[in-house]
């Protein structure tokens, strides 16, 4: 499937359920609207209020606060896991010893832990982008953590056979290996850098897109909170764009699957 044809299909995806949305909300089926207005709102007052947003300039301010949460969380979240997981991988009875305590911490709802880090950090932004972190560092961590310990054992006894030392074959082997599971698992950690900061900033903020979110709802808003979440689902989009511009810069080396084997 050719590039074009792809997107021709997701943007007929999106259309279509924009416009069984629309009908549900707005044309009586059966003598009676399916879906009611109240609860669900409607397509075109959705996009009237992003519109309204974008064109008065209030959602400005709040993109840039969640942006800036985002990416601290993203960045220390990922760095931290890409740090953790490659030494625990490569120190086995350092990561036997730690073991349980990282499945126990990264077992804990991250909804309880917000109020404890608004609590110690404040209603700013470092709260939220500490939320953010415990949700990104565990993906990347794993993700890391995995993709070194599958290192071929022929690849590295074929290495140690050609007299590289320790240090070489982390950047020559262990570090090209660990490399696509860790962007894999930042493509899943864009998201939850996100949410880290939008659940943080609705539990208690006075700025950012979870800001406006519980505002909305608070006076019963439905379509600025259908609004806030299309203008959030797009932020993450964009941010993963990025991700993907940094992978492949990165990852020239890795070669591309072949497509259409039967």
Known sequence: MSRLTLLF????VAVVALSLWHILTTVPLFGRILLPPFFFSNPVDVASQIVKWFSSGVIWKHL????????LAFVIGSVGGVLVGFWFARQPR????FDPYVKMVNA?????????????????????VALGVTLVFF????NVYQGVKEV??????????LGMSERQLTRHVYWPSALSWMFSSLHTAVGFAVVGAVVGEY????AGLGYLIQQAEGVFDVAAVFAGMFVLSA???????????????LLVWRPVAAEGRG
Do not use: C, H, Y
């Not at 299909?9 to 007929?12: A, E, G, I, K, V």
């Not at 840039?64 to 990416?71: A, F, G, R, Y």
């Not at 350092?94 to 010893?97: I, L, P, Q, R, S």
């Open 94 to 97: 350092v990561a036997a010893v």
């Open 139 to 142: 993906i990347v961590f794993f």
């Open 235 to 249: 932020f993450v989009i964009l941010i993963d764009m990025v991700v993907t511009l940094v992978e492949r810069r």
């Open 108 to 128: 804990l709802p991250r909804v309880v832990l917000a109020p404890i880090f608004t609590l110690w950090l404040g209603l700013g932004i470092w709260s939220k």
């Open 152 to 161: 071929s054992q022929t690849v590295l006894d074929n290495g140690r056979m």
């Open 9 to 12: 299909w997701q943007l007929m």
């Open 64 to 71: 840039m606060i969640t942006l800036w949460e985002s990416v």
């Open 203 to 206: 539990l208690g903020s006075a």
